[in-house]
C-alpha cells in the first residue's frame, strides 16, 4: 500500500463481470488506461520501476494498470491521532486499525456451522445471478458433506484452528508497534465466517467513537474471495448507518510488495535453507491458496498476477542476498468440481520428485498465520505425498505470525495509508441485493431446497463431488 490514492477516476480494472461497482469500493479504484504512476503517486521503489522478466510493454502497462489496485482509497486528512502533533480540532481524534481475515472454528462442533457460513459466501460460490436463491440452500448441503472431511483436519491439528489467537497476538502486536511509532489506535479484529465477526467489530468501533478507520486485510494479495468478500461485507455495514458512512476510512487492498513484507519473507526462507545439508540444491517451492479459474479469467481477479509478482520480488531479494535457488509455485487447496489455477500443488511436488528433486524448502505464501493449510494440509500430507515422491529433505517456511519486522512494517502501511481516509459515504444506487424480506428469504429457501435436493441427485454432480469435495 505505498502508493497514494492518485486519481480516484473511472471505470473498474476488474474487468467484465467482478464489480464492486455498488460500492465504497467501485469509485475508487483507479481505471484510467492514459494514466502511468507518477513519482508522487507512488513509491517508485516497488511499482513503477518494478520489471518482471520477459514482459512486453503491453504487459507491463497492463500489470502497471493491475497495480493500481493496490492504492489505499480515500484522500486528504492529516495524522492528528500521531502523538505529538499539533492541531486546533476541538474534537479528539480516535484513530481505529481493523484486521480483517478468514476466521476458523474453534471446536470441531463449529467446523459445519462455520462451513455454511464460507460457502454461503456469493464470493465463495459465486452463482449466475438467477440461481443466487440457490445459495444458503447449496452452503447448507455442501457444508453437511464436507464437514467430515474437514473435521478430520482440524482434528488432526489440536481440535480447531488457531486463527482467531494468532490474530488477535497479530492486533496486539500491530498496536505496540504502531506505539513505538508514536501513533496511537486501537486495534480490531473482524473475521469473515466465525468469531469475532466483522459485524462485531464494527459495533465495537461504533461504540468506542472511533473518528478515523484503517482497515488492513491479513491477506498479502487481493482476492474477490478473500478482501474483496471481506470489503463487501463493509460496504453492507457501512451503507445507510449515519455514523459509519461520515467515518474517513482507508482501506489498503493488497501489500504484497511492500519491502518489509518482502523483506521478511526473505528472513524466513534464508533461515530455513541454512537448516539444510547443502541449501544451494533446494528447491524454494511456493504453496499458494488457489481459486477457481474463473475467477482470474472471467471476474478479473488480480490474485494471480499479485501472487506471481510477489514471489518474483522476494526472488529478487534473495538473488541480492547471493541466493539463487531453484523455484517454483503453485497452489493448494482446491474445492468442488471446477477447474482451479495451476498448477497443483500436489500434482508438482510428485512431478519434481520424480524428476530427482532430493531436497524441497516450502513455502506457504497467500497467507501470514499458521492454519489447517499449512498445519494439516502442507505438514501432513504434502510432505507425506513429497517423502513417497523420492524426495528425500523436507523443510517448512513457518508463517510470519508476530514476527516483528513484519509487523513493524504493517504498522507503516497504517501510518501511510491515515492522510489517504476518507468518509465511504455509501451510495445505495442500482443496489443489487434487495432488501432482507422474511417471507422472500422462506419461499427461496423452500424452492432452493427442493431444487439443490434434486441438482445434488444428478449423477454427473455425485461423480463430481464424491471426487472433489469428500
Ligand atoms: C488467500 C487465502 C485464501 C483464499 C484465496 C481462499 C479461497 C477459497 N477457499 C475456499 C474454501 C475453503 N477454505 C477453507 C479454509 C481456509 N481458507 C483460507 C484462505 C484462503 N481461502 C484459510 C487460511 C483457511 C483456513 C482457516 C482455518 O480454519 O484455519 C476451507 C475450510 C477448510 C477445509 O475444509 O479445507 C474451505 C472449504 C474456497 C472455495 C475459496 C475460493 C473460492
Ligand atoms: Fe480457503
Not at 489496485?69 to 492529516?78: E, P, Q
Not at 459445519?112 to 436463491?133: M, S, T
Request: hydrophobic residues 40%; aromatic residues 10%.
Amino acid at each position: 500500500m505505498e502508493a497514494a490514492a492518485a486519481s480516484l477516476s473511472g471505470s473498474n480494472i476488474f474487468h467484465r463481470n467482478y464489480r464492486f461497482s455498488r460500492s465504497i469500493i467501485r469509485s475508487r479504484y483507479i481505471a484510467s488506461g492514459s494514466r502511468y504512476f507518477s513519482n508522487s503517486d507512488l513509491n517508485t521503489q516497488n511499482h513503477s520501476v518494478f520489471k518482471g522478466p520477459n514482459l512486453s510493454n503491453v504487459q507491463i502497462q497492463k500489470r502497471n494498470l493491475r497495480l493500481q489496485t493496490n492504492c489505499a482509497l480515500g484522500v486528504c486528512t492529516f495524522p492528528e491521532n500521531v502523538m505529538g502533533s499539533h492541531h486546533s480540532h476541538v474534537v479528539e481524534e480516535k484513530l481505529g486499525v481493523l484486521l480483517l481475515n478468514l476466521g476458523g472454528p474453534e471446536t470441531l462442533n463449529d467446523v459445519q456451522p462455520f462451513l455454511y457460513n464460507l460457502f454461503a459466501d456469493p464470493d465463495i460460490i459465486r452463482l449466475p445471478r438467477l440461481l443466487r436463491f440457490l445459495q444458503r440452500p447449496l452452503a447448507k448441503l455442501i457444508s453437511v458433506l464436507r464437514a467430515p472431511k474437514s473435521k478430520e483436519g482440524y482434528a488432526a491439528i489440536g481440535g480447531g484452528s488457531p486463527l482467531r489467537k494468532i490474530t488477535d497476538e497479530q492486533a496486539d502486536a500491530l498496536r505496540m508497534a504502531l506505539e513505538a511509532k508514536n501513533v496511537r489506535a486501537n486495534v480490531y479484529v473482524g473475521m469473515r465466517y466465525w468469531f469475532p465477526f466483522t459485524e462485531e467489530a464494527i459495533e465495537q468501533i461504533k461504540r468506542d467513537r472511533i473518528t478515523k478507520l484503517v482497515v488492513l486485510p491479513l491477506y498479502p494479495q487481493f482476492s474477490i474471495s478473500t478482501t474483496g468478500s471481506s470489503i463487501r461485507v463493509l460496504q453492507r455495514i457501512f451503507k445507510g448507518d449515519a455514523y459509519l458512512s461520515r467515518l474517513p476510512v482507508s482501506v489498503i487492498l493488497s501489500w504484497y510488495q511492500r519491502q518489509g513484507y518482502i523483506n521478511s519473507m526473505a528472513d524466513l526462507i534464508e533461515k530455513e535453507l541454512g537448516k539444510f545439508a547443502k541449501p544451494e540444491e533446494v528447491m524454494i517451492f511456493f504453496s499458494a491458496h488457489g481459486v477457481p479459474v474463473s475467477y482470474v479469467e472471467e471476474a478479473g481477479d488480480p490474485y494471480k498476477d499479485q501472487m506471481e509478482e510477489c514471489i518474483y520480488l522476494i526472488m529478487q531479494e534473495l538473488k541480492a542476498r547471493g541466493i539463487g535457488n531453484d523455484h517454483t509455485l503453485a497452489y493448494q487447496s482446491r474445492v468442488g468440481p471446477v477447474q482451479w489455477l495451476k498448477p497443483y500443488t500436489d500434482e508438482v511436488l510428485v512431478e519434481i520428485g520424480q524428476k530427482g528433486v532430493k531436497s524441497l524448502l516450502a513455502v506457504p505464501i497467500s497467507f501470514v498465520s499458521e492454519h489447517i493449510e499449512t498445519l494439516e494440509e502442507i505438514d501432513m500430507e504434502y510432505k507425506h505425498l513429497a517423502l513417497e515422491s523420492g524426495i528425500k529433505n523436507w523443510g517448512r517456511v513457518p508463517a510470519l505470525g508476530c514476527n516483528s519486522l513484519f509487523i513493524s512494517d504493517l504498522a507503516d502501511a497504517v501510518v501511510e495509508a491515515l492522510p489517504l481516509a476518507k468518509a465511504l459515504s455509501a451510495s445505495t444506487e442500482n443496489d443489487e441485493e434487495a432488501e432482507y424480506d422474511p417471507l422472500r428469504y422462506l419461499v427461496k429457501m423452500f424452492f432452493g431446497s427442493i431444487l439443490a435436493f434434486l441438482l445434488l441427485l444428478t449423477p454427473r454432480v455425485v461423480l463430481a463431488f464424491r471426487n472433489s469435495l469428500f
